[in-house]
């Protein structure tokens, strides 16, 4: 499968944003609930645990600081189909990730929603703020 490309159709099919930045790297804005949106980062790689291709959905939730409970986000990680909760750079963010020669479309699509809603329910949740 080639997740870049449905990235794209999943954009078009739910009026959403897509900026493609190379062969790797491509930018969906996704529409949610109450004209709210969350951008969410698509790449490819090769993972680092297993070296076969990738796909990761990224989504940032605020600044990592050292109020947030992370107890408490690691206990949500298991509640949720697909993501979880990562510090990168400084950031709270929510992942996703799969082998595309093993995902079906609908569970990079599914991933993405997921992404974009937890980003976004956690940003406001944590910070009171629609900063993403």
């Known amino acids: 499968m ?3 490309n449905t990235v794209k159709q ?3 099919q739910i ?3 897509f900026t493609d930045y190379d062969h790797t790297k491509s930018v969906i804005v996704v529409p949610l609930d109450k004209s ?10 090769k993972s680092p645990v297993s070296g076969r291709d990738q796909a990761v959905f990224t989504s940032k ?12 986000l690691m ?7 697909y993501s979880k909760f990562v510090v990168e750079d400084g950031y709270l963010k929510v992942e996703a990730s799969c082998l595309p020669s093993t995902a079906s479309e609908a569970q990079v699509k599914e991933m993405i929603q997921e992404v ?9 949740r944590l910070t009171g703020q629609d900063i993403h």
Do not use: P, W
């Open 2 to 4: 080639n997740v870049i």
């Open 10 to 12: 999943y954009a078009d």
């Open 75 to 81: 206990e949500q990680n298991a509640s949720f189909d």
């Open 61 to 72: 939730v605020c600044e990592y600081n050292s109020s947030i409970d992370l107890k408490m």
């Open 36 to 45: 709210r949106f969350q951008t969410v980062l698509a790449v490819t790689q």
């Open 116 to 124: 974009a809603q937890l980003a976004d329910h956690y940003e406001y």
């Open 15 to 17: 009026g959403g944003q």
